[in-house]
């Protein structure tokens, strides 16, 4: 029930944000069928940062995409904050998604919307009153630092500032979840860092759950935990990021 979802415990101690147990995953049909995820096992407590790493095909979007609701598993268990998703009904999985940010590759921008129309956009989804819509979308753009491009589109903003906007989109509504998947790709060097400190910094203040999919070896460091994918198999699972960047 999403009720419970609601009433996620944002302390510590109780359930898992994530919960993952025997998962599996295929795309095609008969001979052509292929086994993407293999037994999948993982579970993310309330607070974490992880970073799940991995070569190119090895499956990360594919179980980013499930954890997200966006996509439905087959078979194994996936229980995203108090929901499982294996069996869950269309209704339930458009009403967790509510409750999970997301940030890709490509920042996802509208481009006929101001960075603050997009911001304010993923609250309307939430239906407020427009006066607080705006309000707090004029907020988080200050918190990302882009109070002075609030009125800008996104063809005027860097690729940096427009993940920042992605990101204020995405955290706007304080979602207990986050999941970005590569998100620093088309970044250079100091605006990946730049953005993945934010991500840190606010996910932290506001108490949220980090998964985030990376090949950027220099921001491994801001996890609290580093998965590794491995031709759909999570290799490692519980090591600290200390002893994984070395
Ligand atoms: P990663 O994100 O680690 O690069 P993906 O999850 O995107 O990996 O892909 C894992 C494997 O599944 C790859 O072999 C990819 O070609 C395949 N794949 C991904 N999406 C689909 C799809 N929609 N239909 C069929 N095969 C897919
Ligand atoms: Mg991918």
Do not use: W
């Not at 458009?94 to 409750?99: E, F, I, T």
Request: glycine share 8%; proline share 3%.
């Amino acid at each position: 029930m999403i009720g419970e979802v609601l009433q996620m415990p944002s302390a510590r101690h109780t359930e898992p944000v994530v919960s993952i147990n025997a998962l599996d995953h295929y795309y095609g049909q008969g001979r052509l069928q292929k086994q993407v995820l293999c037994n999948i096992n993982l579970e993310i407590q309330a607070g974490e940062i992880v970073i799940m790493t991995g070569p190119s095909g090895s499956g990360k979007t594919t179980l980013l995409s499930l954890i997200g609701s966006l996509r439905s598993p087959q078979s194994g268990s996936l229980k995203v904050l108090g929901q499982e998703l294996c069996g869950a009904s269309p209704q339930q999985m458009v009403a967790l998604r509510r409750h999970i940010g997301y940030i890709f590759q490509a920042h996802n921008l509208l481009k006929f919307l101001t960075a603050q129309q997009n911001v304010q956009m993923s609250l309307e989804l939430h239906s407020r009153s427009a006066a607080v819509t705006r309000a707090k979308a004029e907020a988080m753009l200050a918190a990302v630092g882009l109070a002075e491009r609030s009125r800008y589109y996104p063809e005027n903003l860097s690729g940096g500032q427009k993940q920042r906007v992605a990101i204020a989109r995405a955290l706007v509504n304080q979602p207990k979840l986050v999941l970005a998947d590569e998100p620093t790709a088309a970044l250079d060097k100091q605006s990946g860092r730049d953005v993945v400190e934010l991500m840190q910094r606010l996910a932290k203040e506001q108490g949220c759950t980090i998964l985030l999919v990376t090949h950027d070896n220099r921001i491994l460091d801001i996890a609290d935990r580093i998965v590794q994918m491995e031709d759909g198999c999570l290799t490692t699972n519980a090591q600290s990021s200390s002893t994984a960047v070395v």
